[in-house]
């Protein structure tokens, strides 16, 4: 038996295209700048050149993870499940067009489609808010995303009651206000959650960061290139360039 296909297409920051056995996701959509707020890095693929979307899921409701204004022109996105970590931010697509937007909690498990289920992983919270993680499975294929994570603990007791991870997608840049704590993964931290997922491959999201005002409210703890250097023989990294579809080989 073929084992399924994991392709992997970086957008920006922490907005992804994941193609697994036939079905697509979208992660932490980004695609329009402000003033206040750039990307650091060049876009990699804009909205009119994604494919026919399976689903849509939102880590957290921070701009450049929940970009809802530009996904407006998005086709099919009445019948497109679109998941969230808070009912505001659900009530927000519904008013958008999209119908099947939907509140997701820490521990709650959705069958997407026939052939595809998501389970929603604790990954800490900015101020009050929640921010959610997600482990996609196919028949024979699994993949964590974890936009916003910022520790490894939440991993490690996820990997406790489930197997172990075909490719994990994690923060590296370690961004944290001037004063006060870090928000996501740092290099180390990186290494260590894909190790606690059993992931043999990582793929570093949430590592650019553009000079633009907010820049110098926050500081940021390393790249993509340390966490290759803090990486042992049994992780693989894919530093992945945007706009680049990049497939696992298995």
């Known amino acids: 038996m073929t084992k399924q296909s994991i392709a992997v297409t970086r957008v920006v920051n922490s907005c992804v295209l994941l193609e697994l056995g036939g079905h697509t996701v979208l992660t932490d959509p980004w695609f ?6 750039r990307r650091g890095e060049p876009l990699g693929l804009g909205v009119s050149e994604l494919p026919p979307l399976t689903a849509i899921v939102v880590t957290n409701r921070a701009t450049n993870h929940w970009d809802l204004r530009a996904l407006r ?3 099919r996105k009445d019948s497109t499940p679109l998941y969230v970590p808070t009912a505001g931010m659900a009530r927000r697509a519904r008013a958008r067009g999209f119908r099947r937007a939907e509140e997701v909690r820490w521990g709650q498990t959705r069958e997407i489609t026939p052939g595809l289920t998501m389970h929603v992983v604790p990954s ?3 101020l009050v808010w929640p921010n959610n993680a997600y482990a996609f499975s196919t028949p024979d294929a699994r993949v964590f995303f974890g936009g916003e994570a910022g520790e490894v603990e939440p ?8 197997p172990p991870v075909d490719l994990t997608l994690l923060p590296v840049n370690g961004l944290q206000p001037r004063f ?3 928000l996501v993964m740092d290099p180390a931290r990186a290494v260590a ?3 606690a997922l059993g992931a043999g491959v990582l793929v570093p999201v949430h590592d650019a960061h553009g000079r633009d005002p907010l820049s110098r409210l926050f500081r940021t703890n390393g790249t993509a290139a340390d966490v290759i250097a803090l990486a042992g023989p049994d992780l693989h990294v894919a530093d992945l360039p945007t706009g680049k ?3 696992l080989a298995r």
């Not at 329009?32 to 707020?37: D, G, M, N, Q, S």
């Not at 991993?155 to 489930?162: D, G």
């Open 32 to 37: 329009t700048e402000r003033w206040w707020l």
């Open 73 to 75: 022109p998005l086709p």
């Open 124 to 126: 800490g919270r900015t």
């Open 155 to 162: 991993l490690e007791r996820y990997r406790a009651e489930h």
């Open 180 to 182: 006060g704590p870090r």
């Open 193 to 195: 959650g894909a190790s």
């Open 245 to 247: 579809r990049w497939e």
